[in-house]
């Protein structure tokens, strides 16, 4: 079935290092969500990307969708403790003109060390 | 708050029972989706409506689990039969659209013994 790949699977930089994970499809999407969840919470809403080659900012956070609709990434510049989480990318089917449910994947946790 | 509504929080049940797990979306919003999470793991995919309809039921993962939503407003999860493997948090989420943010649930956690 439809698979949303994330990488890497955890990630443990130094305050203000940067921070990078990426996402990938196997098929063409029609958008993507970026969610992060922090420890014992639920997944909160970052961003939607929905135009090939789209680039958004978010202070911090840099998010991309790929070229082709399958793949992106976020990026974190100089992360901070409050960056901590888990973060997931949800990639939305495109069923025909109809949309369809968003697949997530598994997620990068990313712990801070201060 | 109006935000996104599960009940129980919390359910423990042994082997064999039978588990409704209820969500009450924000008010206004048309799809309704329902996911479970294992720790360390991504939220899987299990039905998604669009108002009363399921628009997508692929996630399902056999025929012991049924989700309603009569009114295209609040929906249960029925889980008949409950097995060790089901034990997960199960979260609901809710958008505007088909096609908007996901805005989700505290979950519910169920285990089953």
């Known amino acids: 079935g439809q698979q949303v790949m994330q990488i890497p699977q955890y990630q443990h930089v130094q305050e203000g290092e940067d921070f990078t994970t990426y996402c990938n499809s196997s098929?063409?999407?029609?958008?993507i969500q970026w969610y992060k969840q922090r420890p014992g919470g639920h997944p909160v809403f970052l961003i939607q990307l929905v135009k090939s080659g789209e680039v958004k900012k978010q202070k911090r956070l840099t998010f991309q969708f790929g070229e082709a609709k399958k793949n992106s990434s976020l990026h974190i510049t100089a992360t901070q403790t409050t960056d901590v989480g888990t973060y997931f990318c949800?990639?939305?089917?495109?069923?025909?003109?109809?949309?369809?449910?968003?697949?997530f994947g598994k997620g990068t946790k990313l712990s801070v060390k201060p | 708050g109006a935000g996104v509504s599960q009940t129980p929080s919390n359910k423990v049940t042994e082997k064999g029972k039978y588990v409704e797990l209820r969500c009450d979306p924000i008010?206004?919003?048309?799809?309704l989706y329902w996911y479970r999470q294992s720790l360390g793991q991504g939220p899987e995919f299990l039905i998604y409506f669009q108002g009363t309809g399921a628009a997508d039921d692929s996630g399902l993962p056999n025929d012991r689990f049924f989700a309603v939503r009569p009114e295209g407003s609040v929906s249960t999860l029925k889980i008949q039969r409950t097995e060790r493997g089901d034990s997960a948090v199960y979260l609901c989420?809710?958008?505007?659209?088909?096609?908007?943010?996901?805005?989700f649930g505290e979950g519910s956690r169920l285990t089953v013994l």
């Open positions: 949800a990639g939305r089917l495109n069923y025909g003109g109809s949309q369809g449910n968003l697949i």
């Open positions: 098929t063409t999407l029609s958008n």
């Open positions: 008010s206004g919003h048309t799809a």
């Open positions: 989420a809710s958008s505007l659209g088909a096609t908007g943010e996901l805005f």
